[in-house]
Nanobody, 127 residues
Framework: QVQLVESGGGSVQAGDSLRLSCAAS????????MGWFRQAPGKEREFVGA????????SYADSVKGRFTISRDNAKNTVYLQLNNLKPTDTAIYYC????????????????????WGQGTQVTVSS
């Protein structure tokens, strides 16, 4: 079955960096756009960013643009989220998700458009 497993979360200070990874199995990874979402306590899950299936297009939420970077390694079936200059408002559970879009193109930002989800990894940023 399809599995998405996130790792790399932790507790850091404001201004620090983290690199999250999401390892995928049970699917043709190169046929899926990969997204990152986050959910803070008491809030709805929100889009962070996404990368298309061939790594040629990315999109980011305005709140993370210029600080977060998504990349993927199709040979390793892994997508990454580099988080720089972290702020306390970035505290959340971070989820990766897979969206079947084998021909590249633009990525999507709505949760219901994604087919598979990981279990999440906690990121806590203190001031």
């Amino acid at each position: 079955q399809v599995q998405l497993v996130e790792s790399g979360g932790g507790s850091v200070q404001a201004g620090d960096s983290l690199r999250l990874s999401c390892a995928a199995s049970g699917l043709t990874f190169s046929a899926y756009a990969m997204g990152w979402f986050r959910q803070a306590p008491g809030k709805e899950r929100e889009f962070v960013g996404a990368i298309n299936s061939i790594g040629g297009a990315t999109s980011y939420a305005d709140s993370v643009k210029g600080r977060f970077t998504i990349s993927r390694d199709n040979a390793k079936n892994t997508v990454y989220l580099q988080l720089n200059n972290l702020k306390p408002t970035d505290t959340a559970i971070y989820y990766c998700a897979a969206d079947y879009r084998p021909y590249g193109g633009l990525v999507r930002a709505l949760t219901y458009e994604y087919d598979y989800w990981g279990q999440g990894t906690q990121v806590t940023v203190s001031s």
